[in-house]
């Protein structure tokens, strides 16, 4: 049996940013996957962010040489 992922939810504050900006990270790098972790914040007018979404990704690499 698959096991579920963990969701952790915040009740939604209704809270309005100015701007938007998005970071990703390699954390786990590799020869056909890679473990990248990307965030998104919301920035305010006087330039404070707050974390707003994150996430885990493994993209995968395919080698079309082999074909």
């Known amino acids: 049996m698959a096991q579920q ?19 990703s990270a390699v954390v786990e ?3 056909s996957l890679t473990g990248c ?3 998104a914040y919301g920035v305010r007018a006087d330039g404070s962010r707050k974390l707003v979404a994150s996430g885990r990704r493994t993209p995968g690499r395919l080698d079309r040489s082999a074909a």
């Open 29 to 31: 790098p590799g020869r």
């Open 5 to 23: 992922p963990e969701t952790r939810s915040e009740p939604h504050t209704g809270e309005r940013y100015d701007e938007q900006a998005a970071a």
């Open 37 to 39: 972790r990307p965030e």
